[in-house]
Nanobody
Framework: QVQLVESGGGLVQAGGSLRLSCAASGRTFSYYTMGWFRQAPGKERDFVASISRSGGSTRYADSVKGRFTISRDNAENTVYLQMNSLKPEDTAVYYC?????????????????WGQGTQVTVSS
């Protein structure tokens, strides 16, 4: 089992940047494929990005491709989401997640563990 705690959310103007962090504890961090999802008010939780166990493979939602970068530091048990050129439509609660699958996935149901979320608000 793994526990996940996100940080780094906040209020930023459109065009600005934020870096989210997700600290993991418990079972060996490098065992998990990691992902970021987001949920806006009244909407479903959507896939944002995923990274493989080694960090060698990544996948992004089309809406964030070229603006967001997912990375991980297995020595520090942390996964990051660097968000640049933020838009008001990026406003949401962002969730860190961990999957026991060996391959990266964008499917919400294939993630086993979730953090509590961190709010990101982008003003226009």
């Amino acid at each position: 089992q793994v526990q996940l705690v996100e940080s780094g959310g906040g209020l930023v103007q459109a065009g600005g940047s934020l870096r989210l962090s997700c600290a993991a504890s418990g079972r060996t961090f490098s065992y998990y494929t990691m992902g970021w999802f987001r949920q806006a008010p009244g909407k479903e939780r959507d896939f944002v990005a995923s990274i493989s166990r080694s960090g060698g493979s990544t996948r992004y939602a089309d809406s964030v491709k070229g603006r967001f970068t997912i990375s991980r530091d297995n020595a520090e048990n942390t996964v990051y989401l660097q968000m640049n050129s933020l838009k008001p439509e990026d406003t949401a609660v962002y969730y860190c997640s961990a999957s026991t699958l060996a391959t990266i996935t964008s499917r919400l149901g294939e993630y086993d563990y979730w953090g509590q979320g961190t709010q990101v608000t982008v003003s226009s």
